[in-house]
């Protein structure tokens, strides 16, 4: 077996916590940035509720069978 080397553990390890950190950091900014987009999705809602909302009158059964893509075509 080798010798240990415990400033290159220290320096590893120093590394992956730094890597961590980063990530953590990056994480924080997604959920916050999915709080924003959550609000205003909210206030788009509530101002969709809001209105009067017209349904089309056209029954389902009018509308055209959907196009099934075989595995080859997507």
């Known amino acids: 077996m080798g010798e240990s080397n415990p400033e290159g553990e220290i320096h590893n390890l120093q590394e992956t916590v730094t890597r ?41 059964a009018a509308l055209p069978p959907p196009v099934i893509l075989s595995q080859d075509e997507v």
């Open 20 to 60: 961590v950190i980063g990530r953590v950091e990056k994480g924080q900014q997604t959920i916050e940035q999915l709080e924003e987009q959550a609000q205003v999705l909210s206030s788009f809602i509530k101002s969709l509720l809001s209105k009067d909302i017209v349904l089309d009158p056209t029954p389902l």
